[in-house]
């Protein structure tokens, strides 16, 4: 498969010019393996500021509750290196940037937006191109889908449910969470909202595990005095 442009020698296999070659290759592999992302339940998250821990929430609230779940995306490994290890009812729980939304054409199950502000416009040269690629990610749901939303103007894109993460709140207090600031505690509520339907009994000891590893890394990196003793515990 070959992008528009390509003059070059195949050594007399066979190629496909197409005018995008990333969407041929999504679609081809989609089609070779069986659309995988339809026996699944896909989360997607996106957003400014906020995926990956987001991201990094949900799955191991759901790993905790006891799903099998993938992560991938713009975090780990590429989705297609464990396509065959991913089973029905399994849950893939995607991050997903600007770059990656350009081109897709198909929207996640449960699409997470934590928030939006310009970025990456030396690429997407205005920040409506730039908003234009992150909705992509509602672009596409059904009406069985659900939004978990922060910023309001992706309210047009929703076709599903919806849930506004910033005007919920946890179901219990904040104090107990060892997340520092207050665009954890956002990220938290983002998180809570997109797996409170899969999770028997939400409290702290879901969350706590992701919790702890988070505020050790918080502790180690991005404080003035980092804890170094913590690195080997």
Not at 120 to 130: A, I, S
């Amino acid at each position: 498969i070959c992008q528009e442009g390509y003059d070059g020698s195949c050594d007399g296999a066979t190629f496909i010019k197409v005018k995008n070659s990333r969407i041929a290759l999504a679609l081809a592999a989609a089609n070779f393996y069986g659309h995988p992302s339809e026996k699944l339940n896909l989360v997607g998250i996106t957003g400014t500021n906020g995926k990956t821990t987001t991201t990094s929430l949900i799955a191991d609230i759901l790993k905790n509750e006891g799903y099998r779940v993938h992560i991938g995306g713009n975090i780990g490994l590429p989705m297609l290196y464990n396509i065959n290890n991913i089973q029905k009812d399994d849950f893939a729980v995607v991050e997903l940037s600007s770059f990656q939304l350009a081109d897709m054409k198909v929207s996640p199950n449960i699409a997470v937006v934590t928030n939006i502000s310009p970025n990456h416009l030396d690429v997407h040269h205005t920040m409506e191109e730039y908003f234009s690629c992150k909705a992509n990610i509602l672009k596409y749901q059904k009406e069985n889908d659900m939004a978990i939303l922060g910023p309001d103007s992706f309210l047009p894109f929703v076709k599903g449910s919806l849930r506004k993460f910033n005007e919920s709140k946890l179901p219990f207090d904040k104090e107990e969470i060892k997340l520092a600031g207050e665009h954890n505690y956002q990220n938290m509520l983002a998180a809570y909202n997109a797996v409170k339907d899969f999770v028997t009994e939400p409290n702290i000891n879901n969350l706590s595990p992701v919790c702890k590893c988070l505020y050790i890394i918080y502790n180690l990196f991005l404080t003035k005095k980092p804890k170094i003793k913590l690195m080997k515990q």
